[in-house]
């Protein structure tokens, strides 16, 4: 499970997060791309866009589920 205190500074302000555990996979990216991003100076993946909409809401969970290392977070506190 994604840890809030370890997930990448890189990642926008909201409810969805990547944390240290990335591994750079590219699920994520595939599954919701206009929300995901690579930091490919150090190789992982963020969120640089919460979701806008409910297609992205859609995809960011898909994205949450499809992680193979459980580094993709969610605040449900959070919008």
């Given at each position: 499970?994604a840890?809030?205190?370890?997930?990448w500074?890189?990642?926008a302000p909201?409810?969805?997060?990547?944390?240290?555990?990335?591994?750079?996979?590219?699920a994520?990216?595939?599954?919701?791309?206009?929300?995901?991003?690579?930091n490919?100076e150090?190789g992982?993946s963020y969120?640089?866009?919460q979701?806008?909409?409910?297609?992205?809401?859609?995809?960011?969970?898909?994205?949450?589920?499809?992680?193979?290392?459980e580094a993709?977070?969610s605040?449900?506190?959070?919008?």
């Amino acid at each position: 499970m994604a840890e809030k205190d370890k997930k990448w500074s890189d990642n926008a302000p909201g409810r969805y997060f990547v944390d240290e555990q990335c591994i750079d996979c590219d699920a994520c990216r595939t599954e919701a791309p206009d929300n995901f991003t690579r930091n490919d100076e150090h190789g992982y993946s963020y969120v640089y866009k919460q979701p806008e909409n409910p297609e992205e809401e859609i995809r960011c969970k898909a994205a949450l589920e499809a992680c193979p290392v459980e580094a993709i977070g969610s605040d449900a506190d959070k919008k």
